[in-house]
């Protein structure tokens, strides 16, 4: 069974070693995740820094643990919408999220990382609750 817990600064190490080379750190392909407010209002959290364990991938545990995120949010925090942002060449990670209901987010300005001294496009995404 899986459930959420609050990060404990022990975690750390454990979460790292997850990472297994410098492109997959900047990806965070798909376990720990936060969720935050995004701004002063309370109708939205934002997920970010999302990874599952390299020797429990492709399990589910990515879109097991962000249901439990989703109804966290719903139930706990009661908002209204999770939103969060995925790099556009992180297609695993994008999937999953699209897989449990979220929706891209029309920008009118693509957000863009330079990362490993390449330029990385990040896409919106967001869940009405």
Known sequence: MLRLRPYNKNDAKTIMSWIKDEKS????????????????????????IVIVDLEKRRQEYGKKML????????????????????FGNNKSAYYCYKSIGFKDVFQDKIEKYTVMGKE????ELEIKL
Do not use: D, H, Q
């Open 25 to 48: 750190f900047y990806k965070w392909t798909v376990g720990f995740f936060t969720m935050r407010r995004p701004n002063e209002f309370f109708e939205e959290l934002r997920c970010g």
């Open 67 to 86: 249901k439990l995120g989703l109804k966290y949010a719903r139930e706990i925090f009661c908002v209204n919408k999770v939103s969060l942002g995925v």
């Open 120 to 123: 990385w496009n990040c896409l």
